[in-house]
C-alpha cells in the first residue's frame, strides 16, 4: 500500500484542459484586441484582408470560419469592441462629472473625447467609416444601440445632483431614446461619402444635438 502511495505522489500532475470554448473565445478576443487593430493601422485605414489576417493568426480558413462565419462578422465585432472601448471611457466622465459644471460643459467633453478618438492615430477616420457602413448593411443596429443604456443610470444620477439647473429632467425611457437619436445623429454622415464625417464641423453639430436634446 505504501508503494502504491508512493508511485502516485511521483505521477506528474495531468495538463488542466481548457474547454475548446474557451479556447475559441481567448482566439477570438485575440483577434479583436490585438491583431485587427495592428492591421488596420499597418494597411494604413483599410480593412485588412483574409489573406493578411490568416497570415498574421497563422492559421488557414477552415480555423478561421471556426471563429467568425464571415470576415464581416469580424469587422462588425471589431467595430463594436471600438464602440464599447469609447463608450466606457464616456460613462466614466459622466460618473466624475462635478455638480458644480452645466451640462452643455459634460456634452462638450463628451463630444470632444469621440471625436479625438475618430481621428486620433493617422487613417483611423477612414477605418472608421469603412467599419460603420459595414455594420449598418449587418442591420444589427438594435446590438450597437444597446451599448448606450451604459449611461443611462450614471446621467440621471448626474442630472439628479446637478446644482446647475441646466440637465433636462427625463426619466428612464425618455433618456434611452434621445440618447439612441444622438447615436444615430453622430452615426449618419460615416454613411455617407464625404469629408463631412469625423470633421471639426460634425463634431460642432453634434454638440448642438446634444445640448438640444439634454439641456433644459
Known amino acids: 500500500a505504501s508503494d502504491v502511495y508512493k508511485r502516485q505522489?511521483?505521477?506528474k500532475?495531468?495538463?488542466?484542459?481548457?474547454?475548446?470554448?474557451?479556447?475559441s473565445q481567448k482566439k477570438v478576443d485575440q483577434i479583436l484586441q490585438s491583431d485587427l487593430r495592428e492591421l488596420?493601422?499597418?494597411s494604413k485605414?483599410?480593412?485588412p484582408s483574409m489573406r493578411k489576417i490568416l497570415k498574421k493568426l497563422s492559421i488557414n480558413h477552415s480555423r478561421f470560419y471556426d471563429y467568425?462565419?464571415?470576415?464581416?462578422?469580424?469587422?462588425?465585432?471589431?467595430?463594436l469592441r471600438m464602440a464599447n472601448e469609447r463608450i466606457l471611457h464616456q460613462k466614466k466622465i459622466i460618473e466624475d462629472h462635478p455638480t458644480d459644471e452645466t451640462v452643455q460643459q459634460l456634452m462638450k467633453k463628451l463630444t470632444s473625447y469621440s471625436f479625438e478618438r475618430f481621428n486620433e492615430k493617422p487613417f483611423r477616420l477612414s477605418l472608421v467609416k469603412k467599419l460603420y457602413k459595414i455594420f449598418d448593411k449587418s442591420?444589427?443596429?438594435?446590438?450597437?444601440?444597446?451599448?448606450?443604456?451604459?449611461f443611462t443610470a450614471p446621467h440621471l444620477k448626474a442630472a439628479a445632483r446637478?446644482?446647475?439647473?441646466?440637465?433636462?429632467?427625463?426619466?428612464?425611457?425618455?433618456?434611452?431614446?434621445?440618447?439612441?437619436?444622438?447615436?444615430?445623429?453622430?452615426?449618419?454622415?460615416?454613411?455617407?461619402d464625404n469629408n463631412f464625417a469625423g470633421s471639426k464641423e460634425h463634431q460642432q453639430k453634434?454638440?448642438?444635438?446634444?445640448v438640444k436634446l439634454f439641456a433644459s
Open 162 to 192: 446637478d446644482k446647475t439647473n441646466t440637465f433636462k429632467k427625463m426619466d428612464e425611457l425618455e433618456f434611452r431614446d434621445s440618447i439612441r437619436a444622438h447615436a444615430h445623429y453622430v452615426k449618419q454622415p460615416f454613411l455617407e
Open 40 to 42: 488596420s493601422e499597418e
Open 68 to 79: 467568425f462565419p464571415s470576415i464581416n462578422t469580424l469587422y462588425n465585432k471589431f467595430f
Open 139 to 150: 442591420n444589427n443596429n438594435q446590438e450597437f444601440e444597446k451599448l448606450f443604456d451604459i
Open 45 to 47: 485605414g483599410q480593412l
Open 206 to 210: 453634434c454638440y448642438e444635438m446634444a
Open 13 to 23: 500532475p495531468s495538463k488542466i484542459k481548457i474547454p475548446k470554448q474557451a479556447r
Open 9 to 11: 505522489e511521483l505521477k
